[in-house]
């Protein structure tokens, strides 16, 4: 298994759209970050998507991406999900809709914000079949395990997509280590974790709080996305143990 950071910023992404890079170097090419999601591919060939931001397009031509299996949504926050329209191109040429899966409320959400997708319209044909994720134990030859985790006072889903010889976890907009998490990401080989900034943050896990979740899941490899404008790449690899992995748009890793 593998997974791909298809994008590793937070939600203004590096630089913000003013051309503020704060204290990441313009001249250093892995700083640029568009709005987070990864791809989790199996020894098998199977595509997850995780998320649709509104960069999905700009990512999928990056990474040379032109199908997916299915796609699972962490919840429905604007840089999680604002790029679903995008996966109309990758509706063209199959038989019936893309698989989606979200927890009970994300699933209402989207439903409500994005009806078209999930039921066509005008004599176009559904994108998405969505599904809660309630009695989802395996898709496209993974198990998939999930919890709810707090994102503030909104909440957020956590992955982990699983095969016979590795696993691969997705903590992305927590803002505290539940049990639940404990238990999810226990011993997984790759957990790709929030980590917004180094100091604290009312809706995301800074840099210690990564560090401190990864420790405590006995992670063999722990990669920091949704890294803000202050976490310059050069910088916080030169401050991170040895095996903890600093993210960049495009970054693929092996579980």
Same mark, same amino acid.
């Given at each position: 298994m593998?997974?791909?950071?298809l994008?590793?910023?937070?939600?203004?992404?590096?630089?913000?759209?003013?051309?503020?890079?704060?204290?990441?170097?313009?001249?250093?090419p892995r700083n640029?970050?568009?709005?987070?999601?990864?791809?989790?591919?199996s020894?098998?060939?199977? /595509?997850?998507?995780?998320d649709?931001?509104?960069?999905?397009?700009?990512?999928?031509?990056r990474?040379?991406?032109?199908?997916i299996?299915g796609?699972?949504?962490?919840?429905?926050?604007?840089?999680?999900?604002?790029?679903?329209d995008d996966?109309?191109?990758?509706?063209?040429?199959?038989?019936?809709?893309i698989?989606?899966?979200?927890v009970e409320?994300?699933?209402r959400?989207?439903?409500?914000?994005?009806?078209?997708?999930f039921?066509g319209?005008?004599?176009?044909?559904?994108?998405?079949?969505?599904?809660?994720?309630?009695?989802l134990?395996?898709?496209?030859?993974?198990?998939?395990?999930?919890?709810?985790m707090?994102?503030g006072?909104?909440?957020?889903?956590?992955?982990?997509f699983g095969?016979?010889?590795?696993?691969?976890?997705?903590?992305?907009?927590?803002?505290?280590?539940?049990d639940?998490?404990l238990?999810?990401?226990?011993?997984?080989?790759?957990?790709?974790c929030?980590?917004?900034?180094r100091?604290?943050?009312?809706t995301h896990a800074?840099?210690?709080?990564?560090?401190?979740?990864?420790?405590?899941c006995?992670v /063999?490899?722990?990669?920091?996305?949704?890294?803000?404008k202050?976490?310059?790449y050069?910088t916080?690899?030169?401050?991170?143990?040895?095996?903890?992995?600093?993210?960049?748009?495009?970054?693929?890793?092996?579980?």
């Amino acid at each position: 298994m593998k997974v791909t950071l298809l994008g590793s910023g937070t939600s203004t992404g590096v630089p913000r759209i003013n051309g503020d890079w704060g204290a990441c170097d313009p001249e250093e090419p892995r700083n640029r970050r568009t709005r987070v999601a990864i791809l989790v591919e199996s020894e098998e060939g199977a /595509r997850l998507l995780v998320d649709t931001p509104p960069d999905l397009r700009e990512q999928f031509l990056r990474c040379g991406i032109d199908s997916i299996d299915g796609v699972f949504w962490t919840h429905d926050h604007a840089d999680h999900c604002h790029g679903i329209d995008d996966l109309r191109a990758l509706r063209y040429g199959r038989s019936g809709p893309i698989p989606g899966y979200g927890v009970e409320e994300t699933v209402r959400r989207l439903r409500a914000r994005f009806s078209y997708v999930f039921a066509g319209e005008h004599g176009y044909p559904t994108i998405v079949k969505l599904e809660a994720l309630d009695r989802l134990r395996l898709f496209a030859g993974l198990t998939v395990e999930w919890c709810v985790m707090p994102h503030g006072p909104a909440r957020s889903t956590g992955f982990r997509f699983g095969s016979d010889k590795s696993s691969i976890g997705y903590a992305t907009d927590f803002s505290e280590i539940t049990d639940g998490m404990l238990d999810l990401f226990d011993g997984v080989d790759v957990l790709v974790c929030d980590c917004l900034r180094r100091e604290e943050h009312p809706t995301h896990a800074n840099l210690a709080m990564a560090l401190e979740l990864g420790k405590r899941c006995g992670v /063999r490899k722990l990669v920091l996305t949704h890294l803000d404008k202050s976490m310059d790449y050069r910088t916080l690899c030169g401050e991170v143990p040895a095996d903890v992995i600093v993210g960049y748009d495009g970054l693929q890793v092996a579980a």
